[in-house]
């Protein structure tokens, strides 16, 4: 079984703060971690090595210092990292991300699970998973809270607000992890001083020349969105008894 595990880099911070000139994100100051839903899919992953002697790749999209969380991942312990870095990726929004994630995932070739997070910190959007699937036309199971193996099939619990749904499923599927499904394992010390070692360089690392994907659904330029102004609501007191 393979399974390919997508992480995101964010800042580590649950108050996103925006440049209100700009309307683009201050990281300055704020320093950048694995999305948390993104470390449940890597444990589900690391977990699937474990019982059912899985492989297991993670995936990121993002500049050089995303190889921060792949040195993490590799430590936790998968098989393969590989990075998909170039400037012509750039303000992707979330279709074009998808489309890169997925062109990668094609790339890599006879997947049977792909595990992304529900969402990430920063853009919030819970986009990039469905968006993915739809890429590579194969089933998906959102908000997964349990996952457990029948024969070939997957057995999934996903949560939803109206109770719990579970699923059979014969893969390749993409699933979307969250915070329930399971407590993330700590980077082993060995697993430290062989994967952040600056002198061995093993992540893998994708551009666009690499990927042969249609550079019309790549980058700004592909993008089917673009953020036309980001702000935080100004609160303000309402004194008195409530308009209805
Ligand atoms: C404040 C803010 C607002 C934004 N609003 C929009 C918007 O309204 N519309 C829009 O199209 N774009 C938007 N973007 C752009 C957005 O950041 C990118 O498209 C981004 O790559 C993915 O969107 P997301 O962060 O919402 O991810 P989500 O869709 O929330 O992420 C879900 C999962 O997909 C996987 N994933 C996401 N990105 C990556 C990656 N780079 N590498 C590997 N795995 C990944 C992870 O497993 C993650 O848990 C916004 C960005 C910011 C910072």
Aim: with cysteine.
């Amino acid at each position: 079984m393979k399974v390919v595990v997508c992480m995101k880099q964010v800042p580590d911070t649950n108050e996103v703060r925006i440049n209100q000139e700009t309307g683009t994100l201050i990281r300055d100051g704020v320093p950048s971690i694995m999305n948390p839903d993104d470390k449940n899919a890597l444990e589900e992953s690391l977990r699937m090595k474990d019982e059912w002697g899985a492989e297991v790749i993670a995936l990121s999209m993002g500049p050089p210092q995303a190889s921060e969380i792949l040195r993490e991942a590799l430590s936790m312990g998968v098989d393969q990292a590989i990075l998909l870095s170039d400037r012509k990726f750039g303000g992707s929004d979330t279709w074009a991300t998808g489309s890169i994630l997925a062109a990668a995932v094609e790339k890599i070739g006879d997947v049977d699970v792909v595990f992304c997070g529900r969402q990430a910190i920063d853009g919030d959007t819970a986009q990039v998973g469905p968006e993915m699937a739809e890429f590579l036309n194969i089933p998906q199971i959102t908000y997964v809270k349990e996952l457990s193996r029948e024969g070939e099939a997957l057995r999934v619990r996903r949560f939803s607000e109206y109770g719990d749904f579970v699923y059979q499923v014969t893969p390749p599927v993409l699933l979307t992890a969250i915070k329930d499904l399971n407590v993330p394992r700590y980077p082993s010390v060995r697993g430290i001083l062989k994967h952040y070692d600056p002198e061995v360089q093993e992540i893998i690392t994708w551009g666009f020349d690499d990927l042969g994907v249609d550079e019309s659904r790549v980058g700004l330029g592909g993008s089917l969105t673009n953020v036309y102004r980001s702000f935080v609501p100004v609160k303000s007191k309402q004194i008195g008894r409530a308009h209805v």
